[in-house]
């Protein structure tokens, strides 16, 4: 990937996405084992599972309040795992999907993908906290919080784990997680990692091309 237009600090703050998600990455290359196929495009390389894996029945909460479901949209879906008192990986990481997102729309063959944020941190993260964040950055977004049993049954099947360890903060806690986002098609099914560090230009080629197989 190119980072010739990256800012310092964007060139900082995308190490830190490579090694929050290093771990959970690692988890899931081993079980894509023979399944996984590299799909590399001019700036970017994206693990596409040639079987769709899909996500488990879980009931979340979002930003509105409302029950949500895998496949309750019926549309494109690109979620990424986090939480609103990041400090860097999270807000550098929906910036790129709003970039994306405006992107991807562009053209007479333009895709509506839906930007899901899921909250791993659902005890400081309610719905009006996650909307106004999400919000922030897009008011399309969709956010998404609900019981830490429910989180955790997703992040497992996607082999991106999270955690809450203890220190001595505020909180008394701090939270890692994956940078990775996953593409998930309109039946409710993962299709594609993306690891970081992310390229607006090169998930956009990707997502269109995956898209364009996939649909």
């Not at 196929?37 to 970017?44: E, F, I, K, L």
């Not at 909250?119 to 897009?138: G, H, K, L, M």
């Not at 969709?142 to 429910?150: A, M, Y």
């Not at 593409?183 to 990692?193: D, E, I, K, M, Q």
């Amino acid at each position: 990937m190119s980072i010739s237009k990256l800012s310092r600090g964007t060139v900082l703050a995308a190490a830190v996405l490579v090694g929050c998600a290093a771990a959970g990455f690692f988890v899931a290359q081993s079980w894509l084992g023979g399944g996984q196929q590299p799909a590399t495009g001019a700036d970017y390389q994206a693990t596409v599972l040639n079987n769709p894996r899909p996500l488990p029945a879980v009931e979340l909460t979002t930003k509105t309040g409302d029950a949500w479901t895998p496949d309750r949209d019926g549309e494109w879906q690109l979620m990424f795992f986090g939480f609103t008192h990041c400090p860097d990986v999270c807000p550098l990481t929906l910036t790129v999907m709003k970039q994306l997102k405006q992107r991807l729309a562009d053209g007479s063959s333009g895709i509506n993908l839906d930007v899901v944020f899921v909250s791993v941190d659902p005890a400081r993260d309610d719905a009006d906290t996650i909307r106004q964040y999400v919000e922030y950055f897009d008011p399309r977004f969709q956010g998404l919080t609900g019981e830490l049993e429910q989180i955790r049954r997703l992040t497992d099947a996607l082999y991106l784990p999270f955690s809450h360890t203890p220190d001595d903060s505020a909180v008394g806690y701090r939270v890692d997680h994956s940078g990775a986002l996953v593409l998930v098609n309109p039946r409710g099914s993962a299709v594609a990692y993306m690891t970081p560090p992310h390229d607006v230009a090169g998930l956009a080629t990707q997502i269109r091309r995956l898209v364009r197989q996939r649909s």
